[in-house]
Nanobody
Framework: QVRLVESGGGLVQAGGSLRLSCAASGRAFSSYFMGWFRQAPGNEREFVAAIAWNSGNPYYADSVKGRFTISRDSAKKAVYLQMNSLNPEDTAVYYC?????????????????WGQGTQVTVSS
């Protein structure tokens, strides 16, 4: 069983930066994808970024491309989301997710393991 714990959320002004961390435990993560999703009140959970654990290849939603960077540290079993140039539309609860060979890595329904989420609030 995979356990995921997010940290690093908080309140930041527009234009600022935050770095989210996701500590993973429970098993080896070869062939896994690690993802970041977010959910704002009244909205569905949406894809933000994902990374293939073995290759390190990243995938991004168009809305965050060029502003956010996903990375992973294999030794620490951790995944990070560096968020720059934040704007109020980025306000949401951010969730870390994990799945071995997800069918579609940009869909929340493809992921079976989730963290508890961390709140990110961007003020204008």
């Amino acid at each position: 069983q995979v356990r995921l714990v997010e940290s690093g959320g908080g309140l930041v002004q527009a234009g600022g930066s935050l770095r989210l961390s996701c500590a993973a435990s429970g098993r080896a993560f070869s062939s896994y994808f690690m993802g970041w999703f977010r959910q704002a009140p009244g909205n569905e959970r949406e894809f933000v970024a994902a990374i293939a654990w073995n290759s390190g290849n990243p995938y991004y939603a168009d809305s965050v491309k060029g502003r956010f960077t996903i990375s992973r540290d294999s030794a620490k079993k951790a995944v990070y989301l560096q968020m720059n140039s934040l704007n109020p539309e980025d306000t949401a609860v951010y969730y870390c997710a994990a799945q071995r060979t997800p069918l579609i890595p940009t869909l929340a329904s493809s992921f079976g393991s989730w963290g508890q989420g961390t709140q990110v609030t961007v003020s204008s």
